[in-house]
């Protein structure tokens, strides 16, 4: 079974770079998460999507950052104008419905915004 | 605004049981209480959850209080590869997941 697959792994750009990650979940999920891990801050959760639709994204920290979820199988992040202080790992996540049920993760973009 | 409160690490022998604490006294009703744990240049990783009663699995144990206001992650026999950042973790009815710091466990041969 694939799980979540995020591209790319690394990525490192100049600022004021347009960024964009990547993430396909596991067919079937009905939910979609974009968290941000540094060491100051921990795991953030950024935004989430049920049914491919935006239900929370509170977690976004500025008007640069914009994500996407044009289908069920795919799903983008997107920075615009990127920024030092962005630099961080990104992970994408996806669940089934329901409070009871894991979600599974991808092993992260790590992003240096240079 | 994370719900749940870790010690920030542990060490532990290995083969020896760890016990890992959580509290989280404004649990409502229906969180269920999730455990992830994160390796190194890895995504977190799903462990075990529950609701009210105790639970087990292949990889550990869950504890739940009686209040529901705390928990405990057991793995019954620590081995070098779980070492690792424990993530206690309550999950809403919409669907949220609060992370908290976790708890960064050190395994010693």
């Known amino acids: 079974d694939a799980g979540v697959i995020q591209s790319p792994r690394h990525e490192v750009t100049e600022m004021g770079q347009e960024v964009t990650l990547r993430c396909k979940p596991i067919s079937g999920h009905d939910y979609l998460f974009w968290y941000r891990q540094t060491m100051m801050r921990g795991l953030e959760l950024l935004i989430y999507?049920?049914?491919?639709?935006?239900?929370?994204d509170s977690g976004m920290p500025e008007d640069r950052f914009s994500a996407k979820m044009p289908n069920a199988s795919f799903s983008t992040l997107k920075i615009q104008p990127s920024e030092p202080r962005d630099s961080a790992v990104y992970f994408c996540?996806?669940?089934?419905?329901?409070?009871?049920?894991?979600?599974?993760f991808g092993d992260g973009t790590r992003l240096s915004i240079l | 605004d994370a719900k749940t409160t870790q010690p920030n690490s542990m060490e532990s022998n290995e083969e020896e049981p760890v016990h890992l604490p959580c509290n989280h006294s404004?649990?409502?009703?229906?969180?269920?209480i999730h455990w992830y744990r994160q390796l190194p240049s890895q995504g977190p990783e799903y462990v075990i959850h529950?609701?009210?009663s105790n639970v087990n699995n292949r990889m550990a144990s869950l504890a739940i209080a009686e209040d529901r206001k705390s928990s405990t992650l057991i793995l019954h026999r620590a081995t070098l590869r779980d070492a690792a950042v424990y993530y206690c973790?309550?999950?809403?009815?919409?669907?949220?997941?609060?992370f908290g710091s976790g708890t960064k466990l050190n395994v010693k041969p």
């Open positions: 999507f049920n049914n491919n639709v935006p239900i929370d």
């Open positions: 996540a996806s669940s089934f419905w329901g409070n009871n049920q894991p979600q599974h």
């Open positions: 529950g609701l009210t």
């Open positions: 404004t649990i409502s009703g229906t969180d269920y």
């Open positions: 973790i309550l999950r809403d009815n919409f669907n949220k997941f609060y």
